[in-house]
């Protein structure tokens, strides 16, 4: 028997090198000779990857930087006194003390700018024609994938237990599935050959049911990827028939015997995320390992239909119930550090962001999407040095004798 573990390297940073993929060896009669368990050990030390977290640091500037570019935008004049930013900044509670405001948006340059208004000669600050450039372009990305987010919601209602989904979970979680703001117009209203909406009686809360199930939407992104790696590999069926792709994070110990407890976890069967459960006796023992699994597969196809293939723990907690999650879901998600990662960077911790490890390469998304690659300009603008922008606005102010229509003797 063979037994497939990738052990990753330092992933999101391109100094390192890349993971490499161990083969491991395991006599049938060796592994049945250990405990007949298929779950993994639920007590596993947190392995930090600082590819990621330093991903979440990065992440954790523009969160800020988002928040101050929607209140200029809501400006009627898409400005704002400076004088008023000490003020706002503690309204929407972003963690400033006194004057830091001020000092954050100089350590952008790319973003925002800075004038003096020539009438009432007081400074203002709005955004740079290259961050007006990104929103649009992310606007532009986001409408021209609707068909896209239309075929990812009915996928994400399809894996419910019920059929529906909470509108306000949706909403919440809207810019991780590529929904525009006014989803519930553009995407459900505007296609009531696949959604309705409907209010519960018993809440008052509105829900986004699915009209008709098809079972083109029944098929899971692992499925495809354990295709793709018994065609291009020509590795065992029985071996990946049910397995993960597992990325170890770097440091993370795989002693013996855990290493046979994944074998037998890869080879577990389990129900799908589309297939209704509701049917099965679930009681017996087999039965709770395979719901197990399971979960696994549903977190693990949240995270594929994202645009960016990760999403905070508090946003996947919303849909626990519809998708029949674990409660304690970090410490559920820690028994699997091979196949996602939890970072606790950004928004001073108050956050979770989850991974799908096998989505990402070298800081990179290995599928991109336009979407995807309209927010990384944003990053790119965060990370340019102002020094830059300071060279690029001496060159743009620079004028000629020619230029300004002078003759020259």
């Keep these: 028997m063979i037994f497939l573990l990738r052990n990753g390297s330092k992933l999101l940073n391109p100094g390192r090198k890349l993971q490499t993929t161990i083969f491991i060896s395991i006599p049938f009669s060796l592994a049945k000779s250990f405990s ?7 007590k596993q030390d947190r392995v930090r990857d600082h590819g990621f977290d ?25 400005t704002i006194p400076i004088s008023l930013l000490d003020t706002l900044a503690r309204r929407l509670d972003l963690g400033f003390k006194q004057h830091e405001p001020g000092a954050f948006l100089l ?11 020539p009438v009432q000669r007081i400074l203002y600050c709005r955004l740079t024609r290259m961050a007006l450039d990104q929103i649009q372009q992310e606007k532009n990305a986001v409408m021209a994938q609707i068909s896209d987010a239309v075929f990812r919601l009915r996928k994400l209602i399809t894996m419910s237990n019920t059929g529906r989904i909470r509108l306000e979970h949706v909403r919440i979680a809207r810019k991780e599935f590529g929904l525009p703001d006014d989803f519930e117009y553009s995407v459900i209203l505007n296609h009531p050959h696949f959604f309705r909406l409907i ?18 939407l029944a ?20 071996d990946v028939r049910f397995a993960f792709i597992v990325n170890f994070p770097p440091g993370f110990k795989i002693g013996k015997y855990y290493r046979i407890a994944v074998w037998k976890w890869q080879r577990l069967p389990y129900w799908s995320p589309y297939e209704d459960i ?9 039965a709770q390992k395979r719901l197990e699994k399971r979960a696994v597969a ?11 293939k990760k999403m905070t723990l ?21 028994q699997h550090q091979g196949i996602f990662y939890i970072s606790t960077r950004g928004n001073l911790g108050k956050l979770h962001t989850v991974f799908l490890r096998e989505a990402y390469k070298r800081g990179e998304l290995i599928e991109p999407n336009n979407v995807y690659l309209a927010r990384k300009r944003l990053a790119e603008l965060v990370l340019l040095s102002p020094r830059k922008a300071k060279v690029d606005a001496e060159l743009v102010s620079y004028r000629t004798p020619m230029d300004d229509g002078e003759e020259t003797e």
């Design 54 to 78: 330093n991903y979440m640091e990065v992440e954790k500037k523009i969160r800020k930087v988002v928040k101050f570019q929607n209140l200029i935008n809501s400006q009627p004049n898409q």
């Design 314 to 334: 508090e946003r996947i907690a919303h849909f626990r119930n519809v998708f029949n999650l674990p409660k304690k879901l970090k410490e559920f998600l820690l």
């Design 278 to 286: 509701s049917g099965y006796d679930l009681r017996s023992i087999e």
């Design 107 to 117: 350590k952008f340059p790319h973003v925002f700018e800075i004038y003096e208004h």
């Design 199 to 216: 209010d519960a009686e018993e809440t008052r809360n509105k829900y986004i049911e699915i009209v008709e199930k098809n079972p083109r």
């Design 36 to 42: 007949q368990s298929t779950s993994i050990p639920k």
């Design 219 to 238: 098929v899971c992104d692992i499925e495809r990827v354990r295709e793709r790696e018994y065609r291009e590999k020509g590795m065992d069926a029985e």
């Design 298 to 308: 549903v977190i693990h196809e949240v995270l594929s239909l994202t645009v960016e």
